[in-house]
């Protein structure tokens, strides 16, 4: 019998809620929160409608010894709420730089949320990165509040292609320093 095992990723616990490695059983919320279009839009890599097998596909590569990012399910159990509000994640780069990445279900949507996800993950720092780095989409500005209101700052235009939208999108990119 082989357990869930996740390796060299922190729970990362605050008042609100906890930030967890994923697991098996979250593809049910994850491909329904995910699988929204307007969750998908908002995104670069999540596809919609969602394919049979990616939801699975993405658990196991967060889920692998030599992945490259590090991904957390947004767990709101402590407080009644729902085992999967959103995912949050850090990818590695190179020079002790990680960039960023988030979504949260809409019913979770203007509820700060997002916000205490960043900001729990920059107080955490589990990667001990030295920048964070984080773009978003020039329609989503609810996107970039989160990120100016935790500390992030504006380094410029750029453009990056969405599966959901199947095109280029126009981004805004932000650093944070945390040293």
């Not at 839009?41 to 999540?46: D, E």
């Not at 658990?59 to 010894?65: C, P």
């Not at 959103?86 to 979504?103: H, K, P, T, V």
Request: net charge negative; glycine share 8%; proline share 5%.
């Amino acid at each position: 019998m082989m357990l869930n095992r996740i390796t060299n990723q922190a729970v990362i616990e605050t008042d609100r809620f906890d930030l967890r490695p994923l697991r098996k059983s979250d593809q049910g919320l994850i491909e329904l929160h995910g699988g929204d279009e307007r969750v998908a839009r908002n995104t670069r890599s999540i596809p919609h409608p969602m394919p049979p097998g990616a939801t699975e596909a993405f658990i196991a590569r967060s889920m692998a010894d030599d992945r490259i990012e590090d991904v957390w399910a947004i767990d709101g159990t402590k407080l009644g709420a729902c085992e999967v509000m959103g995912l949050i994640a850090l990818e590695r780069m190179d020079r002790g730089q990680s960039e960023i990445g988030y979504w949260v279900a809409p019913a979770f949507w203007n509820t700060g949320l997002a916000s205490q996800a960043v900001t729990a993950l920059i107080e955490a720092n589990p990667q001990n990165s030295s920048t964070l780095f984080a773009e978003v989409f020039q329609d989503n500005p609810a996107s970039a509040r989160v990120l100016t209101n935790c500390g992030f700052e504006y380094l410029g235009d750029a453009e990056t292609f969405s599966v959901a939208r199947n095109g280029k999108v126009p981004t805004w990119t932000y650093s944070r320093k945390l040293d």
